[in-house]
């Protein structure tokens, strides 16, 4: 049995269809939806920004550090789930680009919910069960969107980024050319050698982000 999930969306909705049964072999592959996600050492202390604040308040770097996790190992192209969602929203695209922008506007569709309201803890969802329960949190969006950018043959980027004064977020990049992501007379932003893609919100375009992107974020990229 196909079923199909409307997402609601400024403009055109994306639609995208995908087998039960396929989310079935996933579950029993892996026999979860979400996971605790691991540790990963930022060492934000040895950074400009955070220096000072390193030398006046050391329990708040040990508190941000111990915050910071590594959601990378669900980034998963090959979910069969993924794989059958991307092939329906991708189908009419001819260029790498319009399937990047056409993925970002499928995972803007989905809610936001923040893991503490469902689960108590920063929880990481699979790529399938984000699109099964049609939301997730920051790192969520991310993770599927790294997912289907590798199943329709895009190498994305996956950045972990410190926002002074905002917090921890999570943001992805694809590369392409950047008369292929422009919008109007505003050239799109390049960052790390890719164009930005902001999951959080309805709208934004690849390369075209909001605040979350200025010179005073730590940024750190980890490798897919």
């Known amino acids: 049995m196909m079923q199909k999930y409307p997402h609601l969306f400024e403009g055109e909705t994306v639609y995208a269809r995908f087998d039960l049964a396929a989310f079935v072999e996933r579950m029993k592959k ?28 050391p329990e708040k770097i040990k508190e941000m550090n111990d915050e910071f996790v590594d ?43 923040w893991d503490k309201t469902t689960s108590g803890k920063e929880k990481a969802r699979f790529p399938s069960a984000t699109i099964l329960c049609r939301g997730g949190d ?14 329709a043959g895009i190498h994305p980027k996956f950045f972990y980024l410190v ?6 977020h999570v943001m992805a990049g ?19 050698g890719v164009f930005p893609a902001e999951l959080t919100g309805y709208g934004p375009q690849i390369g075209y982000t909001g605040p979350n992107l200025n010179e005073q974020c730590i940024m750190h990229e980890v490798q897919l």
């Open 30 to 57: 892996y026999g979860a939806l979400w996971d605790d996600p691991p540790h990963v050492k930022l060492e934000l202390e040895k950074h400009p920004l955070f220096k000072k604040l390193a030398e006046d308040e």
């Open 71 to 113: 959601v990378t190992r669900w980034v998963d192209g090959n979910d069969p789930v993924v794989q059958q969602v991307v092939g329906e929203i991708t189908k009419n695209c001819k260029t790498p680009e319009e399937k990047a922008q056409v993925i970002l506007k499928y995972c803007q569709q989905f809610d936001y919910i």
């Open 138 to 151: 920051c790192e969520d969006g991310v993770i599927l969107f790294c997912s289907l950018c590798i199943a």
């Open 163 to 168: 926002i002074p004064g905002r917090g921890f």
């Open 174 to 192: 694809v590369p392409g050319r950047s008369e292929k992501f422009q919008i109007g007379p505003e050239k799109p932003t390049k960052w790390n």
